[in-house]
């Protein structure tokens, strides 16, 4: 069986999501049978590389809030995080272009590490106050992983994997992708959101029965 799950780097309920889903996998008796796969979604694939707006100035620009507002809300955020056993630090959050991120989960697909990768990512971006789009902060998140440091910093340096990322946000959109994470079982069940552990448990179940 398999599920692909399209997310974002800097999208928290991404990462509520994955741990979430993890858990409901835990609880998951065909969990020896799953395949899983990370797909790219770029929430905002024109953000800057360095940006020079906090998180909450983001969102208050996007949502027609005042920067207290975006503040609390984020705060809200970091809440539902803890439920889940996750550390958000949004005041520290650098709300920066994740498709360098996205390529590097593809480079670390190859070596079965993409699930890793995405754990280092969101902790860096959500926990730490790293910016994702900055080559060496990727280069140490990679070798972290084990990776070959000049592979990585090569594959950085090309356009390795950009067509993929596109090309995920693409299929994403033809399934009627309204934000994400979305969870695709077998390309016919979908879960949207950041769902409780047993939400996933019960579909990868019914799934499975089919």
């Known amino acids: 069986m398999k599920v692909e799950i399209w997310s974002d780097i800097g999208c928290p309920f991404c990462y509520i999501g994955k741990r979430n889903f993890e858990a409901g996998v835990e609880e998951f008796a065909g969990k020896d049978e799953l395949e899983v796969v990370y797909r790219s ?3 905002d ?5 360095e940006p020079d707006e906090t998180m909450a100035e983001l969102l208050a620009k996007k949502y027609d809030k005042s920067v207290k507002e975006a503040e609390i809300m984020n705060s809200q955020v ?6 889940a056993g996750l550390e958000f630090n949004m005041e520290k959050v650098v709300p920066s272009n994740s498709r360098d991120a996205h390529r590097l989960v593809k480079f670390a697909r190859e070596e079965g590490l993409d699930a890793e990768a995405m754990d280092r990512l969101y902790k860096a971006y959500f926990t730490d106050g790293v910016n994702v789009a900055d080559t060496e902060e990727l280069v140490e998140i990679g070798t972290g992983l084990g990776l070959d440091e000049e592979k990585v910093r090569e594959m950085l340096d090309s356009d390795l994997y950009k067509e993929q990322v596109i090309e995920d946000q693409n299929v994403a959109n033809q399934l009627g992708a309204q934000g994400v994470p979305l969870f695709v079982i077998n390309r016919k069940y979908g879960i949207s959101g950041a769902q409780p552990p047993q939400a996933f448990k019960e579909a990868l179940t019914k799934a499975s029965e089919e």
């Not at 970091?78 to 439920?83: G, H, L, N, Q, R």
């Open 78 to 83: 970091a809440d539902t995080a803890k439920a």
């Open 45 to 49: 694939p024109t953000a800057e590389k």
């Open 41 to 43: 979604f770029q929430l």
